[in-house]
């Protein structure tokens, strides 16, 4: 297979979608890797380290989407690389359609073939594809935060984890999954004040076994959520419904009743955001404030780290990406329904049931695709 790799140009992203080290292993199995120039060097991968690999070096993003027949990106495509995809071409990226009218119309336009790394599951019913980034996400959420607090960011001018005689930060977490479980571990590791909030009764339980009086684990209703995030000096949005837009947990009323400088960073931005007041925003301008309540609302936080990033959802991506290569994308997707689960749009039709009910457009299964790919 001819498999292509653009320079991500979303704002201050740098990760790229395969490593020198994962187009080796592809070469060494006869497939053909297009990088685009410079594509990796913010990540610390040279032209060089990709034609020690195997690679040929393109002179620009339009070389790579001319010929490749699959690409691997990071994030989602944006509006001058959706023009140039192609009904023949598999396109494997990070999509989180749900809330982007323009990129899914853009997408069923094209007839490219679009898996996206955030619906692909596994035999537990997990998102191996998106976990990495959550971790990394989640992580950075408490770095974020610790941030915003302090007082030139608008924030209440807090130290997360107190002092001696001096109360910590209150760190409100909702969702105890990947980026919550992340985000606690390392709230509790600069000694905040830490309350968590989920719906699984399951999760509350592990993570009240593992952390014991360390943290404070509550059953996740809209007066609990109320209740506690109103007295928060830092709140953490990591919930999540696969595919779906996120719920919006935190209303306007709520902010407008949250602690002047008090702060909010929305995880789930990338589905739309669990605040109401949520707007995605850039590395660039990361903050914006309403009612007093400083928000960061970064799309693309891993991109931050991107080496570590890069690293990271490459170790996850790889074996995907062999299958699709070795097999074929049909194939690939018909002996493996936890990759089909990854599939969003195909032939010009929505195959995620949760972006078709999110943008009220009609649903394909994404088996019954697979006869005309």
């Not at 995620?352 to 299964?365: D, G, W």
């Amino acid at each position: 297979m001819l498999i292509g790799v653009p320079k991500e140009i979303k704002n201050h992203e740098y990760r790229v979608g395969l490593t020198p080290a994962v187009v080796s292993e592809l070469t060494q199995r006869n497939h053909q890797v297009l990088v685009e120039t410079t594509a990796g060097d913010g990540v610390g991968f040279s032209d060089d380290d990709y034609t020690r690999a195997g690679a040929t070096i393109v002179a620009d993003a339009a070389a790579v989407f001319a010929q490749a027949e699959m690409i691997v990106k990071v994030k989602e495509p944006q509006a001058v690389e959706r023009k140039m995809l192609k009904a023949d071409q598999t396109l494997f990226t990070y999509l989180h359609l749900a809330p982007d009218v323009p990129q899914t119309n853009d997408l069923i336009e094209s007839g490219a073939t679009c898996i996206a790394y955030e619906t692909v599951t596994d035999s537990l019913g997990r998102l191996p594809l998106l976990a990495p980034m959550s971790e990394v996400a989640g992580r950075m959420s408490i770095q974020a935060g610790a941030h915003c607090l302090e007082k030139y960011c608008g924030g209440l001018g807090l130290l997360l984890g107190g002092v001696p005689g001096v109360e910590p930060a209150k760190v409100v977490v909702l969702g105890g999954g990947v980026v919550g479980q992340n985000a606690i571990a390392m709230a509790v590791g600069l000694g905040a004040d830490v309350i968590v909030l989920d719906k699984n009764v399951d999760v509350l339980r592990r993570l009240d076994q593992h952390y014991g009086n360390r943290i404070k684990t509550v059953f996740s209703t809209a007066q609990a959520i109320a209740d506690h995030i109103l007295d928060a000096d830092l709140v953490i949005g990591g919930v999540l419904i696969p595919g779906a837009a996120a719920p919006k947990l935190i209303t306007r009323e709520h902010i407008k009743q949250m602690k002047p400088g008090s702060a909010i960073v929305d995880v789930a931005i990338d589905q739309g955001g669990c605040a109401e007041t949520s707007v995605a925003t850039t590395h660039q301008d990361p903050t914006f404030i309403v009612d007093d309540v400083v928000h960061y609302c970064v799309a693309n936080m891993p991109g931050a780290v991107a080496r570590t990033s890069t690293l990271a959802l490459n170790n996850a991506t790889f074996s995907y990406v062999l299958a699709l290569a070795e097999k074929g994308t049909k194939r690939a997707l018909e002996e493996d329904e936890h990759l089909l689960n990854g599939l969003n749009v195909a032939k010009g039709k929505i195959t995620c049931k949760s972006v078709a009910e999110a943008q009220n457009l009609s649903y394909t299964p994404a088996r019954d695709i697979l006869l005309e790919l």
